[in-house]
């Protein structure tokens, strides 16, 4: 969700009665520090902060988070040493596409594993093998874990049937971006939305040089076409030139219009 996904949404997530969370990835460390204090100012609730494992973490964005403790951290393409926030008190969530994944993040102390199905909007996770490898859908992954850690299903979750299903497959917990773009407090581009809602999503790594889900637009087809992609993140200057790209997941054709609030209670309803 960076970049999608002001800090005000992960407020009136958290507000609502779900665990908000900040897509810290591109925001350099001040901004990091800035969006951490706005939501801690705008609810009293619990929010996390979610940021790129290395090679692609920041420098200092981990002192940010250290420092400003929000109640969750998690992390997507690698492995972050979970201890010094640990130590803090912050829980640590690591991001994990197959069982290799899992068990490496489990090894290396994680308090639970984010199982990033192949139905996932945005940026793939993996960090071990291929992408094709960690292309697993979320109803064969979340069972095909095997840690002792909690499990958060994530991928293609849109309406309580999907919470409730990921549940039964094993998952402790749910984890929604898609669903929460269609929220007028995410303050998404109407193009975005349409292009989720006309169109097919595919995933490449044509626009940005890493494999993400995205909607099938013209610009998305020329890039497939063309040359193969620049090593992320170059790609995404070069493929910016040719136009805009429209993250989310496959099943964004069946997301709701709601506010935050009515989102939340609706899903919770649903999923009871």
């Known amino acids: ?69 929000p109640a969750v951290f998690s992390f997507t393409f690698g492995v972050v040493d979970p201890e010094p ?6 829980a640590v969530l690591g991001t994990a596409t197959t069982a290799e994944e899992a068990g490496c993040l489990e090894a290396a102390g994680v308090d639970g594993v984010v199982a990033q199905g192949a139905e996932a909007g945005g940026h ?37 049937a ?37 169109l097919d999503t595919v995933v490449t790594p044509a626009y940005t040089g ?8 013209p610009v998305l087809e020329e890039l497939m076409a063309g040359p193969p992609p620049l090593p992320f993140p170059q790609q995404r200057a070069v493929a910016a030139a040719r136009g805009p790209l429209y993250m989310g997941g496959a099943n964004a054709k069946n997301a709701r219009e709601l506010p935050v609030a009515e989102l939340v209670a609706t899903l919770v309803a649903e999923a009871a």
Do not use: C
Request: charged share 15%; aromatic share 4%; glycine share 12%.
């Open 85 to 90: 926030m640990q130590a803090v008190g912050i």
């Open 210 to 217: 890493r494999h993400m889900r995205a909607a099938r637009t």
């Open 124 to 160: 793939r996770g993996t960090f071990l093998g291929s992408f094709e490898a960690g292309l697993v859908p979320l109803a064969e992954l979340v069972p095909s874990l095997g840690v002792s850690v909690p499990v958060i299903a994530a991928g293609g979750i849109v309406d309580g």
């Open 1 to 69: 969700m960076a970049g999608v996904a002001p800090p005000s949404l992960a407020a009136a997530v958290s507000n609502a009665g779900a665990l908000g969370t900040i897509g810290g990835a591109t925001l350099a460390p001040a901004a990091l520090r800035a969006a951490i204090r706005e939501v801690r100012a705008a609810t009293a609730a619990p929010f996390g902060v979610n940021l790129f494992a290395p090679p692609y973490l920041q420098a200092g964005q981990l002192d940010v988070v250290l420092e400003e403790r």
């Open 162 to 198: 999907g919470i409730r299903a990921a549940l039964e497959l094993g998952a402790r917990g749910v984890q929604l971006g898609t669903a929460f773009l269609f929220t007028p407090e995410a303050g998404v581009s109407r193009e975005h939305l349409e292009a989720l809602r006309t």
